[in-house]
């Protein structure tokens, strides 16, 4: 058989969602200067990287320029110092994680396209609307079929699971991109009760969980009881600590969440 495009790519929309939004924009800046913009496409920050991490930084590029300090390819999910350094985080919010469930990453959007890879490509999606739309985009170009779940005023822009819910793969994002609703831990609850009892894998995207002050709602899927059984996390430093530049991130697979009896995080 001759060599043949990926078909599902042409099912895309026309360009990305944020290359559409930046055309936009400049095109209105173009024709009335005068105007300022409040940018409220992409979730870019505007705020430089704190003094810590850029000393962190130099010292880390000074440390490969001697015979010492010069290491070549790091282990393959991550060095252990920031693996444990995520698992100390969890601890704050009553979650116990092991590092050896803890992946990192260049960033929770390439984590978010490609784990599709390890589940079957006959699994199907389902999305809140409106959604972030690399969890769409990655699905469309995998040939997955998207379902979605309204997210509007009417329902506070929380979904709430319901029992004729299709997708086999839920995609989950709280507080929410771009809708900013926060899901409390009752509603999360809910939600992993749904998946357990349904077969359902949840992927939870917490890359803004540092804007939560709200003790009832959680920073972590896994403050709640079982969700290890049926639940991923993604996360990300993008938003946390100004990395949109530098491409850090992370994802939480616990050892106890099987598909049939296989370990998701061997896979």
Not at 111 to 133: A, E, H, K, R, W
Not at 205 to 215: P, S
């Amino acid at each position: 058989m001759a060599v043949q495009e990926n078909r599902h790519f042409s099912e895309l929309g026309g360009s990305y969602l944020f290359s559409e939004v930046a055309r936009r924009v400049k095109a209105f800046q173009e024709e009335h200067p005068e105007q300022k913009v409040i940018r409220m496409g992409i979730g870019d920050v505007t705020r430089p990287i704190p003094q810590v991490i850029v000393d962190a930084m130099h010292g880390a590029v000074a440390e490969m320029g001697t015979p010492e300090g010069f290491h070549g390819y790091g282990p393959e999910q991550g060095y252990e110092f920031l693996r444990n350094a995520v698992a100390d985080y969890y601890r704050r919010f009553g979650v116990d994680l092991s590092p050896e469930e803890i992946f990192i990453s260049d960033g929770a959007k390439s984590d978010l396209g490609n784990l599709g890879d390890i589940l079957d490509p006959d699994c199907s999606v389902m999305v809140t609307d409106p959604v972030y739309p690399a969890y769409v985009d990655s699905a469309v170009m995998s040939g997955r079929k998207v379902f979605y779940a309204a997210s509007c005023g009417a329902n506070g822009f929380l979904p709430v699971p319901e029992e004729e819910m299709e997708g086999d793969i839920i995609f989950l994002c709280s507080p929410n991109n771009p809708t900013g609703a926060a899901m409390p831990s009752s509603l999360v609850k809910q939600w992993v009760d749904f998946a357990k009892t349904n077969g359902r894998l949840l992927v939870f995207d917490a890359a803004y969980e540092c804007f939560i002050q709200d003790d009832a709602v959680p920073h972590s899927i896994f403050e709640i009881p079982g969700a290890e059984s049926c639940a991923m996390e993604i996360c990300s430093f993008s938003k946390k600590a100004g990395f949109t530049g530098l491409r850090c991130g992370y994802t939480v697979i616990p050892k106890a969440l099987l598909v049939k009896g296989v370990s998701l995080r061997d896979l």
